[in-house]
């Protein structure tokens, strides 16, 4: 073998180490880009789920099981959330208000990942739905925040419940 050949052989060596690193960088990225979006889904998912059990519960607590036709009948802003600290007694829309971790564990386990998360109901003007009210209103708001310590995106979403009377 000559010393063109020779050199030839350690260029196409070369070549192909490099064609491998790259091929080898880029599924890397796709894998942390894939992990990264299950994760992501998996947090939309957990929010959504949490959203949709508060909405299946009671506007408030007075109207649980009675019809209330005055806004100073509803629980006050003040007092939002569990009426006896019991996360497995979740009856009404605003005892949804303060539950970290679903108020239920430290942290909740989907597909082995480990996800946190924070909710705040308040009572909202249907002028500013950005907002909160300090007085009690027909209308409230769900805020539901997950996250995943290793993934430095939080998923925060909202929810409005309306209570109508005729």
Same mark, same amino acid.
């Given at each position: 073998? $000559? =010393? %063109?050949? +020779?050199?030839?052989?350690? %260029?196409?060596?070369?070549?192909?180490?490099?064609?491998?690193?790259?091929?080898?960088?880029? &599924?890397? =990225?796709?894998?942390?880009?894939?992990?990264? =979006? @299950?994760?992501?889904?998996?947090?939309?998912?957990?929010?959504?789920?949490?959203?949709?059990?508060?909405?299946?519960?009671?506007?408030?607590?007075?109207?649980?099981?009675?019809?209330? @036709?005055?806004?100073?009948? &509803?629980?006050?802003?003040?007092?939002? $959330?569990?009426?006896?600290?019991?996360?497995?007694? #979740?009856?009404?829309? /605003?005892?949804?208000? %303060? #539950?970290?971790?679903? %108020? &239920?564990? /430290? +942290?909740?386990? !989907?597909?082995?990942?480990?996800?946190?998360?924070?909710?705040? !109901?308040?009572?909202? /003007?249907?002028?500013? #739905?950005? $907002?909160?009210?300090? !007085?009690?209103?027909?209308?409230?708001?769900?805020?539901?925040? !997950?996250?995943?310590?290793?993934?430095?995106?939080?998923?925060?979403?909202?929810?409005?419940?309306?209570?109508?009377?005729?």
């Amino acid at each position: 073998m $000559g =010393t %063109g050949q +020779t050199l030839l052989t350690i %260029g196409a060596i070369m070549l192909l180490s490099t064609v491998i690193l790259t091929v080898n960088r880029s &599924l890397n =990225t796709n894998s942390q880009v894939l992990l990264n =979006t @299950n994760i992501g889904l998996e947090e939309v998912s957990l929010a959504t789920s949490i959203i949709e059990e508060a909405q299946g519960k009671a506007f408030d607590e007075n109207t649980y099981q009675n019809t209330v @036709n005055s806004t100073s009948q &509803l629980t006050p802003p003040s007092a939002l $959330g569990q009426e006896n600290n019991n996360p497995n007694d #979740l009856n009404d829309f /605003d005892d949804y208000n %303060g #539950l970290n971790n679903h %108020g &239920l564990v /430290d +942290t909740v386990n !989907v597909s082995t990942r480990i996800y946190i998360d924070s909710t705040r !109901v308040c009572y909202v /003007d249907p002028s500013n #739905l950005e $907002g909160t009210s300090s !007085v009690a209103t027909w209308h409230k708001r769900l805020d539901v925040w !997950v996250w995943n310590k290793d993934v430095p995106d939080t998923v925060k979403m909202h929810a409005l419940f309306s209570y109508w009377y005729f």
